[in-house]
């Protein structure tokens, strides 16, 4: 049974920093497109960071700078450090794994920004 777990969030002042990560079982995550997204309050959901397989990272605007993706292949998980978080970062975060045709969410983790 494939599991994905998104933990680290939680409320932050602006300008604070958090780390997410994304545990996975049964599956391999190093073998998979790791996208993060997010939903905020009564909107979307929303693509963060997409991290391919083999390949950069891209991430949307309003992250460049401030948010980095990067792989623990050891821990079999994939984490976002987040910088400068802003009261617009205020969301659920989830992570999805893509792979051979299929497709894994995890069930969020939220992150509160506030001061």
């Known amino acids: 049974q494939v599991q994905l777990v998104e933990s680290g969030g939680g409320l932050v002042q602006p300008g604070g920093s958090l780390r997410l990560s994304c545990a996975g079982s049964?599956?391999?995550?190093?073998?998979?497109?790791i996208t993060w997204y997010r939903q905020p309050p009564g909107k979307e959901r929303e693509l963060v960071a997409a991290?391919?397989?083999?390949?950069?990272?891209n991430y949307t605007d309003s992250v460049k700078g401030r948010f980095t993706v990067s792989r623990d292949n050891d821990k079999n998980a994939v984490h976002l450090q987040m910088n400068n978080l802003k009261p617009e970062d205020t969301a659920v975060y989830y992570c999805?794994?893509?792979?051979?045709?299929?497709?894994?969410w995890g069930k969020g983790t939220l992150v509160i920004v506030s001061s």
């Open positions: 049964g599956i391999i995550l190093w073998l998979n497109s």
């Open positions: 999805n794994a893509y792979g051979y045709g299929t497709s894994y």
């Open positions: 991290s391919p397989a083999i390949g950069t990272t």
